[in-house]
């Protein structure tokens, strides 16, 4: 069965600092990698998407993820955060041909210091 | 303004009584689903559609009907809400394989 785990529950960074937060997925085929941004109170917003070609992927805001294929593992990546970073942070896999489903994570909340 | 349209952002209901949330989507989406959020389980799928009048359960569907008549609709009934049914709710569509779900703004429904 499909699943998505996001070893960190929460996830402290000062600002300015770098960011990795970390993707591992379960899947039998070569799936397609979400990652979705939620600030407190709102939805869920695309950050970006791997669905094939490049397994190195650039988003919205400054965010790129790496696919890593040998290791099950779709982290995301900042060189620099910024204090509107602060937010939760899921990872999604949906399967090729059944795109009318996503697994989520359980989520990881950021948390930014000044 | 395009996008995901969820109705209503809050209701509270009292154990066993029924409701419709609604869903609707101006961008001529194909694929549609719901998902309930809770405290430490990320996001759930509920039920999915691939079409009009194609619908699919998810992970949690016990307790939820939907139904599709038309692309940009897809209402979700609770048909004898219950405390455990409390959560966030979210719908979410898209054009087509893969290329990202756009969510509402959702749904924060308490059953007493």
């Known amino acids: 069965a499909q699943s998505v785990t996001q070893p960190d529950i929460h996830i402290t960074v000062s600002e300015g600092a770098s960011l990795e937060l970390r993707c591992n997925y379960s899947?039998?085929?070569?799936?397609?990698l979400f990652w979705y941004v939620q600030s407190p109170g709102q939805g869920l917003q695309l950050l970006l998407k791997y669905f094939s070609g490049d397994t190195l992927v650039q988003g919205i805001k400054g965010f790129e993820a790496e696919f890593k294929r040998s290791q099950s593992s779709f982290n995301l990546r900042k060189p620099s955060v910024h204090w509107s970073d602060a937010a939760e942070y899921f990872c999604a896999v949906g399967a090729h041909g059944n795109t009318g489903k996503l697994i989520f994570g359980q989520g990881t909340t950021l948390q930014v210091k000044p | 303004n395009a996008g995901v349209t969820q109705t209503p952002k809050f209701q509270v209901l009292k154990t066993g009584q029924s409701m419709t949330l609604q869903c609707a989507q101006d961008m001529n989406h194909e694929y549609m689903s719901w998902y309930r959020q809770d405290p430490g389980m990320g996001l759930r799928l509920i039920h999915y559609s691939v079409g009009a009048g194609i619908t699919d359960q998810g992970e949690v569907p016990n307790g939820y009907n939907v139904s599709r008549s038309t692309t940009e609709d897809f209402p979700l009934r609770l048909l004898s809400a219950a405390p455990s049914q409390t959560s966030v709710y979210f719908c979410?569509?898209?054009?087509?394989?893969?290329?990202?779900?756009?969510f509402g703004s959702g749904t924060r429904l308490t059953v007493v």
């Open positions: 899947y039998g085929a070569t799936p397609y």
């Open positions: 979410a569509s898209s054009y087509s394989e893969g290329p990202g779900y756009t």
